[in-house]
């Protein structure tokens, strides 16, 4: 069995307690999850093996919080990606603290069934027995089956009404060690996305150094965003997301990859910072570039990371060449900051988090009244706006009025041209404070006859 690595969650460190969700595939585990956690999260489907990766929520109940993983299906003898979905949930094993081993009352103990309790009372962990499917009082003797399992007295329950999940989470609190959790220590969220088979998984992996997320050759492998907690050198918790492809809405017919990209969409919204992962090798795509238009229109700050640079050519004219149509492919993150990687032979990785840690600080600053008014008087006086029906426009006023993302108000005499307002905007970037945040501007105009006031 795998054991715990570093960086992995688990309650060692006096965090929440990790509460792992295991069984076959295809037994309800993404349904109870989503009972447990009273939303639908988890991607559900009734094909087996839609849970590939493992993914953590926060749950509470009874006032207890703790963290629950969803994981893949338990099988013996598979090979290839279904191999590694099953190592995923033998890392989830290893570091719970509680094991919600789920079975089909329905279908009853397979062989399959036995096998995994022969492992789960190896790991040395508290176990649940979780018997799915009891939708009825008829259904409960299907329940009882599972004693042969030897893991004690399986709990009958239905993920999908709701049946028996108050015991089920009475069991889960009374199993798991007594104590007042600390609170997150989480310090900042980041989301990895970008088009599918660009190397995001392996980014992830490398960040944490482990197989935190599965890598497959195949486009499309990673299906639910996963989060993953990554412990910085200064102590700051970062919570990682990594997601499935953004494919493009209009090709997306799988209904599991339909929601896999609502889930993605969804992730940007919950995030501090986006790092878009690009193929340097195959160059910028159409697909590239509307992504990076959703990291805008979220309002999310970025760290652009051309990977595969391995695969580049070495001429220095052919690699000049492909910066410059990669910075321009990329106009609408021209204020990203930018770290060229290969996943694969770990080169640039050492400078991401920096950059990640740049962006996220861009992000939350908050730049002084009386300084952000000095750099747009200056600005007004190298070079005034152009005059509009006779008269003088003017910046009488500016104040930066939130942060995430930096957000200016500029207070006028009238309108002011788009070209003028991004004169500004570069005027307050040469500060250097806003590396890999975007700035939003907006314009208040005085109406006639009004007195200028600062808010």
């Known amino acids: 069995m795998a054991q715990a690595r570093p960086g992995e969650s688990g309650n060692a460190g006096g965090g929440v307690p990790v ?23 988890a991607i559900v489907e009734a094909s087996p093996g839609v849970t590939r990766d493992r993914r953590a929520f926060n749950a509470e109940w009874a006032g207890r919080r703790f963290e629950i993983i969803d994981t893949g299906g338990l099988e013996a003898g598979v090979e290839g990606l279904e191999a590694q979905v099953a190592e995923q949930a033998h890392i989830a094993i290893a570091v719970a603290d509680l094991i919600l081993f789920v079975v089909d009352a329905v279908a009853g103990p397979t062989e399959d069934d036995l096998r995994v309790a022969d492992l789960l009372r190896r790991s040395g962990k508290p176990v649940i027995v979780a018997a799915n499917k009891v939708d009825g009082a008829a259904d409960e003797p299907g329940a009882a089956d599972f004693y042969r399992l030897g893991l004690g007295d399986p709990v009958a329950v239905s993920a999908v009404h709701g049946r028996g999940s108050g015991d089920l989470l009475e069991a889960v609190i009374g199993r798991l060690a007594p104590g007042d959790p600390s609170p997150s220590r989480e310090w900042a969220a980041a989301a990895i996305v970008g088009r599918p088979n660009v190397g995001k998984s392996s980014i992830l992996n490398a960040l944490l150094g482990a197989e935190r997320s599965i890598v497959d050759a195949s486009p499309g492998t990673t299906r639910d965003p996963v989060d993953s907690h990554l412990a910085m050198p200064d102590g700051r918790v970062l919570r990682i997301a990594d997601t499935a492809g953004m494919r493009r809405r209009v090709r997306i017919e799988d209904p599991i990859e339909y929601f896999s990209w609502l889930r993605s969409r969804a992730t ?116 005034p706006h152009s005059r509009t ?33 991004r004169y500004i905007e570069h005027q307050i970037r040469a500060t250097g404070a806003f590396a890999g945040s975007p700035i939003a501007i907006r314009v208040r105009q005085r109406a006639s006859g009004d007195t200028p006031r600062r808010p």
């Open 19 to 41: 509460v792992a969700v295991v069984g076959r595939p295809n037994v309800g585990k993404s349904s109870l999850v989503n009972r447990i956690i009273g939303r639908r999260e």
């Open 268 to 383: 940007l919204r919950r995030v501090d910072v986006v790092v878009l992962v690009a193929d340097a090798s195959t160059g910028i795509t159409a697909h590239d570039q509307r992504i990076a238009q959703e990291i805008v229109a979220e309002g999310r700050s970025c760290v652009l990371v051309f990977n595969k640079w391995d695969l580049i050519p070495s001429d220095e004219l052919e690699v000049d060449r492909l910066e410059r149509d990669l910075t321009a492919r990329m106009r609408f993150l021209d204020w990203a900051v930018v770290v060229r990687t290969s996943a694969v032979t770990k080169r640039g990785m050492a400078r991401l988090l920096p950059a990640v840690d740049e962006a996220i600080a861009s992000h939350r600053y908050r730049l002084a009244t009386a300084e952000l008014n000095r750099l747009v008087r200056d600005a007004q006086e190298r070079r």
């Open 389 to 421: 029906g006779g008269r003088a426009i003017r910046i009488l006023y500016a104040v930066q009025a939130r942060v995430s993302p930096p957000t200016v108000v500029l207070f006028t005499t009238g309108a002011i041209e788009t070209a003028y307002v």
